[in-house]
């Protein structure tokens, strides 16, 4: 109801009514916490007013009550976080599907785009390597290597299918970005030099928008992506289609654009 008020997006992924349940308790808590705190603030400020008080107590207050209010503040955060946000978190990123069905797309970023590679009908990644990147390969694919004759790559644009279960990811060409598709509830950032994967199930077909989470210098704004969720069948048949690379890279969005 409170995530509904304020505004969150439509819910494309299986494990996110975990995650907009926690929102939801979060918002509530720290609704509570606003208002309780507002009026101990109020009180305080009637209660020791220097009309009053006109000489101040160096004893202060005598009483614990605050004490024991923060405790338990900070007892119910304990629980929010080491019994809802890490567990959740841990599912995440532990113990990876694996299979046939597993739709696998490494996320590339860089100033200011994302690219997307995906494994084609194979299934398997080619080597990447840095040294190979240039404006005709993206992701320093190594097109000598087999399992790399079917990769593709697209740009801005991540497409998934539904009710399968996708792994993604996460690396970086130059800084820290953050991948963001906010309506599957699971973000990542993408670090140079490592490659993070995160699992997920989209579980309706949609689209929506991918952002960069991460402030990740003067063209950030424009670091914008998208993804789509389609049926299973027409994603293996345009996985099909699309490999191998055909298409052109455009051109490197400059940081004045
Ligand atoms: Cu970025």
């Known amino acids: 109801m ?30 509570v916490l606003f208002v309780g705190w507002t009026l101990f603030f109020l009180y305080v400020l009637f209660r020791f007013q ?10 202060g207050i005598t009483s614990h009550f605050s004490t024991h209010l923060e405790v338990g503040v900070v007892i119910v955060e304990v629980v929010l ?8 978190w841990a599912n995440r990123v532990d113990s990876f599907p694996t299979g046939p069905d597993v739709a ?8 200011f785009r994302w690219t997307f590679h995906y494994t084609g009908p194979d299934g398997k990644f080619g080597r990447v390597d840095p040294d190979l990147i240039s404006l005709d390969n993206l992701v320093g694919l190594d097109r000598e290597d087999p ?12 497409t998934l299918p539904v009710h399968r279960k996708a792994i993604v990811q996460v690396t970086s060409k130059d800084v820290i970005h953050g991948l963001a598709p906010v309506k599957l509830r699971i973000q990542q ?56 690379v055909k298409e052109e890279a455009p051109p490197l969005a400059s940081a004045g654009q």
């Open 189 to 244: 950032d993408a670090i140079p030099g490592m490659e993070i994967p995160m699992w997920f199930t989209p579980n309706k077909i949609t689209d929506g928008d991918i952002i960069c989470a991460q402030l990740c210098g003067i063209g950030h704004a424009q670091m914008y992506a998208s993804f789509e969720i389609i049926d299973g069948a027409e994603y293996d048949k345009w996985v099909v289609q699309q490999s191998p």
């Open 2 to 31: 409170l995530n509904k008020f304020l505004g969150i997006p439509e819910l494309a992924s299986e494990h996110g009514e975990m995650i907009d349940h926690m929102l939801e308790v979060v918002h509530w808590f720290m609704a």
């Open 147 to 158: 399992n790399a004759k079917d990769d593709f790559l697209t740009i801005n644009k991540l």
């Open 81 to 88: 976080l080491l019994g809802f946000a890490f567990p959740l």
């Open 104 to 111: 696998k797309v490494r996320a590339v970023g860089e100033q």
């Open 50 to 59: 220097w009309r009053k008080n006109p000489k101040a107590s160096h004893e």
